[in-house]
């Protein structure tokens, strides 16, 4: 089994999942109801087994009032429609950034950075890396504060479309937490959220991830180093703050049949689908 959205980290080697947690997982989802489809992703069909009740927990992607370095490494290679979008959007890009300009101070001409955002795998040389350029290249930090994406921000200032901002951006910076372990001997996804049942086999620890465990966003710990922010009736379910995400991601007939076996098991009811705001379309004001 791998960790499915971990399969392009640059790192390498972040996919394995041990024969332990492989058991876990296995046992896991044969005791659990779950939704069984086909689901494409990143342009394969594979079988998918969807713990569905997780998309009900309560979520908070309150993301303008958090310190967490969620971006603090480039989590997949970049495709090549990111990095065209980024030469396309190079002023913008690098006003967020800085990131071309830091380039051309360490002595690189504009062909030879134009080079490294088609070629480098996570668009700066590794040489570079957690020294001149910390945190992943497309992150900055508006106000000295919270991490943001800076494609993301570009695509909203565009007013570009869910689809098009997912499009632009890697997947697994759209889609995370969402848990995915692909079976490869079965050609089979795995879908889940961390959560107190699953923390035992999730890449992510839940515990520590205040926009998924509203008890952690209350705990006075998370609240003194987090005043503002992640309020407690902010909390919604995982596929009313994700739900345009989920429909262009996973399509818009799973992301029904989730919704519907949510209302049809009385999980949610159809008032909590109401939303200000969804995650995706977020702006700092
Ligand atoms: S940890 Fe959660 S709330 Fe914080 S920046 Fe990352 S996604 Fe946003
Ligand atoms: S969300 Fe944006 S800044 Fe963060 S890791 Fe992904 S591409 Fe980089």
């Known amino acids: 089994m ?23 997982i296995r046992s896991y989802f044969s005791g659990i109801d779950t939704i069984e489809t086909n689901l ?50 190079k002023e913008s890009y690098n006003e967020l950034t800085k990131t071309l300009d830091i380039l051309e101070q360490l002595g690189n001409d504009e062909d030879e950075i134009e080079d490294m955002i088609t070629e480098e795998d996570v668009l700066v040389p590794s040489k570079y890396l957690g020294t001149e350029v910390d945190l992943c290249a497309c992150a900055y930090t508006p106000k000295n504060g919270q991490t943001l994406c800076s494609l993301h921000s570009i695509c909203l200032d565009k ?68 005043p503002g ?19 262009n991601v996973l399509g818009e007939n799973i992301y029904n049949m989730i919704k519907n076996k949510l209302l049809e098991e009385e999980i949610l009811e159809n008032d909590d689908f109401v939303i200000e705001t969804e995650q995706i379309n977020k702006v700092l004001t």
């Open 40 to 89: 494409t992703l990143k342009g394969k069909e594979y079988k998918a087994v969807i713990d569905y009740a997780m998309f009900a927990n309560l979520t908070n992607f309150d993301c303008f009032n958090c310190v967490e370095h969620c971006c603090g490494d480039a989590p997949a290679i970049f495709d090549k429609k990111i990095r065209n979008f980024i030469l396309e959007n």
């Open 229 to 247: 922010g992640f309020l407690e009736d902010d909390f919604k379910p995982f596929i009313v703050t994700y739900g345009e995400t989920l429909k």
């Open 2 to 24: 791998k960790y499915f959205l971990f399969i392009d980290h640059p790192k390498g080697g972040l996919d394995t999942v041990s024969e332990e947690k492989e058991e876990r």
């Open 159 to 226: 007013k570009m479309s869910p689809r098009e901002i997912i499009e632009n951006k890697p997947l697994i910076c759209s889609i995370w937490p969402l848990e995915i372990i692909l079976d490869e001997k079965t050609n089979t996804l795995y879908l889940t959220l961390p959560d107190d049942f699953t923390n035992n086999f999730t890449i992510e620890n839940f515990y520590t991830k205040s926009c998924i465990n509203i008890d952690f966003a209350m705990s006075p710990i998370f609240r003194r180093e987090n």
